[in-house]
């Protein structure tokens, strides 16, 4: 009778543990078995009610299913509480595969992607880099290169004068005097750098930048400045720009040049980009006058040497195919980005 009732109890018990789907859950089945008023408390309770000669036996029954079950419950809790606490871990973790939300990435402005091509162009031909100051002396930028002192470049209207002897740079030109000043030939340098000027419209900007180059050494003629700015134009643009040298006049340079590039756009059959012509200018040059030379206490005798000033955004205009240098300057987020 007592074993048959414990026996039920024993498999009801293990089916109510088994079914306990969370701690809670089997807290309540334990009640139900091992509370105060539990099926197996209950039972304890009839034994007052067996023959005392049957007591000692029915007394260790009911212990052991008592030991038994309670440790039945025990193990099921620890199990529960493991898998309870690994799956709130699970939960938890930070998920660190999420994509975050969409940033936009910066990229250099067009101006400075040019800037550092010429200037690696140029140090790849074994230039050196040179700066100078952007508010320089009158001397610097005019009297030092030659530029006589009636000369229109230097009126008010063209220069930014911060007194008579002080001006803003109008050329990057002034480098060469600094440079030929503290170096001795050989000189092989090129000065980028930013130059102002009262100019404001589609193709001027009253600050823009130049890279100048000077190179100074024994037997330097006009067929070296060539030679460098065909290899530069090349690498510029593309192998298959050709250039062409057209007489002009800079008071610091004898014979000066204006160098043209032919017409990327058009392969110089002619198109809106070159106006028609095939070829597009694109710095001036020449051989250094020997009175600069002398002026910066160089040997005109024994030295000779090239020079040449190109504009960053005419490089930059030409390169892309830029209209209005404005453009350059207005930052449009929707304009840089076509150069991302
Ligand atoms: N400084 C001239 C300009 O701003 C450009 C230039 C011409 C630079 C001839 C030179 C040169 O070094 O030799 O228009």
Known sequence: MLEKEI???RRECAAAISEAANSQKLGEAKVRFLGKSGALTLLLRELKNVPPAEKPAAGKLLNDIRAELEAAFAMAEENLAKKERELRIAKETLDVTLSKPYTEYGALHPLSVVKNDIINIFTGMGFEIKDGPEIDYEYYNFTALNIPADHPSRDSADTFYINDKILLRTQTSAVQVHVMETQKPPIRIICPGKVYRPDDDATHSPMFQ????????????????TGILLEFAKKFFSQETKIRLRPSFFPFTEPSVEVDLSCAMCGGKGCRLCKGTGWIELLGAGVVNPAVLECSGIDSK????FAFGMGVERATMIRYGIPDMRLLFDNDIRILRQFR
Not at 302 to 305: H, V
């Open 7 to 9: 026996s039920s109890i």
């Open 210 to 225: 130049q890279v100048e180059g000077l190179v100074i050494d024994e037997h330097v003629t006009l067929s070296d400045l």
């Open 302 to 305: 024994k030295y000779s040497g």
